[in-house]
């Protein structure tokens, strides 16, 4: 069974401070895809990015960052110099790919992250 | 170059009543998969729709719910005889293929609000 978990259910941070944002999984699948979703207020989901599980390599683009770690079955999502706008609910979420099946994500339950000025 | 389509946006419907939801996927895109998303939980995969086949349904409650995605038009997610539980928002997404390196992207959702 895939599973995967965001502890955090809310972080509040002052604009300007970076932020991560946790996310471990669990799944018995060698190969696998892993992903991050922004919800913003509005109510729409976002994609911000896939990583395969052959890739362990950090990505960055622009203030995100992730950092994909096999041994501990996490894929953590950091934001450098938040901004206001950063405010939304993040779900992290691995795809279950089944040869003729599709491609079902699971989900966290998401983080909610509150960035004030 | 649209993105998913999805209406309405909100609905509202009385107990019993039947709520139909609609998902146009992007252009080009022949995969549909829809999740449902309850009060304060992530997003709970529901069906996976190819044009008119169901492929997956392994998430879709066993009673009153039912899908389809037609040759010709939109994804159709049908409730039938709605209760309070029901309610919560709908999202559809689509991709360009099944594998697993086709991005599933989504819609804005629908919020159903059983009264």
């Known amino acids: 069974a895939q599973k995967v978990t965001q502890a955090q259910t809310e972080i509040s941070v002052v604009e300007k401070e970076d932020v991560t944002l946790d996310c471990v999984y669990e799944t018995r699948d060698t190969t696998y895809y892993l992903f991050w979703y922004k919800q913003p207020p509005s109510g729409e989901l976002v994609f911000l990015i896939r990583r395969n599980s052959f890739d362990e390599q950090n990505e960055i683009s622009g203030r995100y960052s992730w950092n994909f770690q096999k041994s501990t079955s996490s894929f953590n999502f950091t934001i450098t110099a938040s901004q206001v706008v950063d405010s939304a609910v993040y779900f992290c979420a691995l795809s279950n790919y089944e040869t003729g099946g599709g491609n079902k994500l699971t989900f966290g339950t998401g983080t909610q992250l509150k960035v004030e000025l | 170059n649209a993105g998913v389509m999805q209406n309405p946006r909100h609905l509202v419907r009385r107990r019993g009543q039947e709520a139909r939801l609609r998902c146009s996927p992007m252009?080009?895109?022949?995969?549909v998969y829809w999740y449902r998303q309850l009060p304060e939980e992530g997003l709970k995969f529901m069906v996976y729709?190819?044009?008119?086949?169901?492929?997956?349904e392994s998430g879709m409650p066993k009673e009153r719910f039912s899908a389809e995605f037609p040759k010709e038009g939109p994804s159709i997610l049908r409730i039938q005889q709605v209760v309070r539980g029901d309610s919560a928002a709908y999202f559809c997404?689509?991709?360009?293929?099944?594998?697993?390196?086709?991005?599933?992207?989504f819609g804005p959702g629908t919020r159903l609000t059983v009264l």
């Open positions: 997404a689509s991709s360009r293929g099944q594998g697993a390196t086709d991005t599933q992207y």
């Open positions: 729709l190819q044009k008119e086949n169901i492929i997956d």
């Open positions: 252009k080009g895109h022949s995969h």
